[in-house]
């Protein structure tokens, strides 16, 4: 295994689907914002199930550090979190609400 495999600074791909209440509350565009602030590009997406999906590339710490920012901003929205970790694509060029 490589000494950055689980470096905090390692660049990664992480999908995110929230579920609960989590479309017509402004979750994306808090997502958004908190994007902003950190160099990742991906989206952020409601889907027809009621869930959102977020999908980011950039270093792993500012990765998880917005999805901590995230779930105290929107505290008792978030019912449950599916998470998968994959290699980056480089395919976005910045962070953006898409529809």
Same mark, same amino acid.
């Given at each position: 295994?490589?000494?950055? *495999?689980? #470096?905090?600074?390692?660049?990664? $791909?992480? %999908?995110? /689907?929230? #579920?609960? $209440? ?5 979750? $994306? /565009? ?5 994007? #902003?602030?950190?160099?990742?590009? @991906? ?10 999906? /977020?999908? *980011? !590339?950039?270093?792993?710490? !500012?990765?998880?550090?917005?999805? %901590?920012?995230?779930?105290? *901003? ?12 994959? !290699?980056?694509? @480089? !395919?976005?060029?910045? /962070?953006?609400?898409?529809?």
């Amino acid at each position: 295994m490589s000494p950055m *495999a689980d #470096s905090p600074r390692r660049i990664i $791909r992480r %999908t995110v /689907f929230f #579920s609960g $209440r989590v479309q017509g509350v402004g979750f $994306r /565009f808090e997502v958004h914002s908190l994007a #902003s602030r950190c160099d990742l590009t @991906g989206f952020v997406r409601n889907l027809s199930d009621g869930r959102v999906e /977020f999908v *980011a !590339e950039g270093h792993l710490d !500012e990765i998880d550090g917005l999805l %901590t920012r995230l779930g105290d *901003a929107m505290v008792g929205h978030i019912e449950s979190v599916e998470t998968h970790d994959s !290699e980056p694509t @480089g !395919e976005y060029s910045s /962070f953006d609400v898409t529809y």
